[in-house]
């Protein structure tokens, strides 16, 4: 069990650029979540997969936010045309299981910093 | 009235005494409760969950959840400084396949 593992952990970037994320979930979790945190913030629910499939996605996420789970094994999250207020954490996190809601088990984040 | 609610301390507790942290939720119909521990500049890391009404005890940490109330409850026993972070509670969102998270209190440990 080598954890949930984020890429990269900073990311510092001109407003309007495009940027993309990478999670890889330990090895046996079909489940996958995005989540944005602002500081004195809690985590804030982006999207989930269910090994490929995109079973969710936040009402709050724009169309400049899209990921995806090919194969049901790491996933990316991409943001088009980056604006100040995208600055944040961006945290994923996997747990495993077919029905209920289990313990999710987080990785370290990505840190975005828009210029 | 927001889905997750905690008091956004600082909660300052002695070392070696209790520390209670409560969060109260707004979907009757939850039925998965958890809590994280989160350090600053690092990211959430579980510490219990909690599925049924009543106590449930890890080590120092217990979990107390009361369905009919709505709330959830977190006692750490004899209080370190080590264990000054926030701490934040999860809950299901009934329906759909979400956590919601409240905005965690930070507790403070005074050696």
């Known amino acids: 069990d080598t954890g949930v593992s984020q890429d990269p952990r900073h990311k510092i970037t001109k407003r309007g650029q495009n940027v993309t994320f990478r999670c890889d979930p330990i090895?046996?979790?079909?489940?996958l979540y995005w989540y944005r945190q602002t500081l004195g913030q809690g985590p804030e629910f982006l999207t989930y997969?269910?090994?490929?499939?995109?079973?969710?996605k936040s009402r709050l996420l724009s169309d400049r936010f899209s990921a995806e789970r090919p194969k049901g094994s790491f996933s990316t999250l991409e943001i088009q045309r980056t604006e100040q207020g995208d600055s944040a954490m961006y945290l994923c996190?996997?747990?495993?299981?077919?029905?209920?809601?289990?313990?999710?088990?987080f990785g370290d984040g990505t840190r975005l910093s828009i210029l | 009235q927001k889905e997750v609610e905690q008091n956004s301390g600082p909660l300052s507790v002695p070392e070696g005494a209790i520390a209670s942290l409560n969060c109260t939720y707004s979907d009757r119909v939850s039925q998965s409760f958890f809590w994280y521990r989160q350090y600053s500049g690092k990211s959430p890391e579980l510490i219990m969950s909690?599925?049924?009404?009543g106590d449930k005890e890890d080590g120092r940490f217990t979990a107390q959840l009361n369905k009919a109330s709505q709330y959830v409850s977190l006692l750490i026993r004899d209080s370190q400084p080590s264990d000054s972070a926030t701490y934040l509670c999860?809950?299901?969102?009934?329906?759909?396949?979400?956590?919601?998270f409240g905005t965690g209190t930070r507790l403070k440990v005074l050696a």
């Open positions: 999860a809950v299901n969102s009934a329906g759909t396949y979400k956590y919601i």
């Open positions: 090895s046996e979790h079909n489940r």
């Open positions: 997969f269910q090994n490929e499939a995109q079973l969710e």
């Open positions: 996190a996997s747990s495993h299981g077919t029905g209920g809601f289990q313990p999710q088990h």
């Open positions: 909690i599925y049924s009404n």
